[in-house]
Each structure stands twice: as structure tokens, then as C-alpha cells.
């Protein structure tokens, strides 16, 4: 879900990865913005999705498809898109400039449904490399709309000058994992800035919904104190190095970035 609204002049962009609207994610970008970690220097991170039922489908064109001038289409676009976003919300300094990846395809319907890739980017003064490494795959086992469900599994790392925030888990299953900060003035223990628990997407469907729906009528409210979890700037930066990506795959060499000024 895409929404844009006037909001009284002020302007309005809202993206529907709702791992960002959660209080993990508000946390740990806090945590790097106020320099807890100091200068972003590493990031890694990992998602595997029990979803082979849909990348394997040759019905699900619209997943598995690519459309116009889509070089390929599957597991990167329809699910890391999500870990993605998350990484630079929480990391809004990071600036994208090259990739290298390497996908594995369905052998039934041609989408990705595996990927590793190396992102180089620089920090907002473009001094620093900063190095992303991420990976998925839609391999994992069992379904995520059975009963009992099978959950996503993430694992998101991410290193500064100053110290480490570690966040993983299973997604159907709060009580594994928490979001963890290590600080080098701290001498490297665990601290739990918001408590135990793993909370990344959420698909709530009673009350009011998750919390980047209540965010999104809070903006078309007018209030002034909505949370922003993805922002036309988040949306880019996923997109660019998504289509880097798949640019990387075809030509099995390290592709610039688009746009990435």
C-alpha cells in the first residue's frame, strides 16, 4: 500500500512496511541517530520466508512475472523490499552507490527465489564506506498461513565505531529474539533499550489495525504527531538497490546504483 495525502500543506508519504511503524524499529533508529553505535560502518542481514507456494505457482504472475522493463521479478521485490526498507529507516544516512548479487531461480516459473548481495554505500558526508551485506530465500519450509503458522526469520546486525545493534528473530514468535544494543563504553553487554520481545511485520487484523494504518489515519487526520516509518526517501533507496540487483544477477558483475546522489 502506497498513500499520499496534502495533510494541510505540510505533505504526506506513507509506504506500508509495517515492521517500521513498530517500536522496535523507532528505537533503533533513535539508537543510531543519537549516536549510541557512533559512525555506521557494517550491516548485515537475512530474511527467510516459508514461501515457496507462491514463487513456485506459475498462476501468481504478478509475483513471479517480470512486467515492462523488469529484468526479473520474485523473492527480492516481493519480500526483501521489506528488510530493506527497515535497514534504512533505521539507517537514513546511508547512501547506496554500487551492488553485486547472485539470485537462484524457480526451475517452474523463472522467479527468484534466493539471492546473496554486497551493497557499498557512504554515510551522509560520503566519507566512510559502509558495507551491507544481505541474503534471503523463500526456501524456508511450511507455510506462513498454516495452522500453526510457519514465521519469517530475520536477523539484522548492524556495526558502528561505538557499538552493535542486533535484532532477530521469528516473526511469528515475540519471545525469540530481542533488539539488542552493545556499546563500547558499555564494554560490549547487552542492554534491551525496549525490553524483550520480536516484533517485525505486523498483519494485524483486528482493533485498529497495525501501526502504520493508525499512522496513516493519523496523517489524513491532520494531527501532527504521526509516525513516518517509510518515507518517499525509504521507498527509494529500497527500489534502487532492488534494481541493482537484478542488474547484478544479469550481467554477473557489480552494478552502479541509479540515482544515487
Known amino acids: ?112 527465489v534466493s539471492h546473496s548481495a554486497s551493497v557499498v554505500c557512504s554515510d551522509v558526508c560520503g566519507t566512510n564506506d559502509v558495507i551491507l551485506s544481505m541474503s534471503g530465500t523463500s526456501m524456508l519450509p511450511g507455510n506462513v498461513h498454516s495452522e500453526p503458522a510457519i514465521g519469517k526469520i530475520l536477523r539484522i546486525k548492524i556495526f558502528g565505531t561505538e557499538g552493535s545493534i542486533l535484532y532477530s528473530g521469528d516473526d511469528q514468535d515475540p519471545s525469540s529474539g530481542q533488539l539488542e544494543l552493545r556499546r563500547v563504553a558499555n564494554h560490549g553487554n547487552v542492554e534491551l533499550p525496549c525490553g524483550p520481545g520480536f516484533y517485525f511485520e505486523s498483519l494485524s487484523q483486528e482493533g485498529t489495525g497495525p501501526e502504520s494504518l493508525q499512522s496513516f489515519v493519523d496523517a489524513c487526520l491532520g494531527k501532527e504527531d504521526y509516525y513516518v516509518g517509510a518515507d518517499v526517501k525509504t521507498g527509494l533507496r529500497t527500489v534502487q538497490i532492488l534494481e ?7 550481467s554477473r558483475k557489480m552494478e552502479d546504483v541509479l540515482y544515487s546522489s
Open 244 to 250: 541493482a540487483m537484478y542488474r547484478s544477477n544479469a
Open 1 to 112: 500500500m502506497k498513500a499520499y495525502r496534502d495533510n494541510g500543506g505540510k505533505g504526506c508519504f506513507l509506504v506500508n512496511h509495517s515492521a517500521n511503524y513498530r517500536e522496535q524499529a523507532n528505537v533503533a533508529r533513535e539508537l543510531v541517530d543519537s549516536g549510541a553505535v557512533g559512525a555506521v560502518r557494517h550491516v548485515t542481514c537475512f530474511m527467510a520466508s516459508p514461501l515457496s507456494f507462491i514463487f513456485d505457482d506459475l498462476e501468481n504472475t504478478g509475483w513471479n512475472e517480470p512486467d515492462a522493463n523488469m529484468l526479473g521479478n520474485g523473492f527480492s521485490w516481493g519480500q526483501c523490499s521489506h528488510l530493506l526498507a527497515w535497514i534504512f529507516h533505521v539507517c537514513p544516512s546511508l547512501l547506496p552507490h554500487h551492488v553485486f548479487c547472485i539470485m537462484n531461480e524457480s526451475p517452474t516459473t523463472g522467479a527468484d
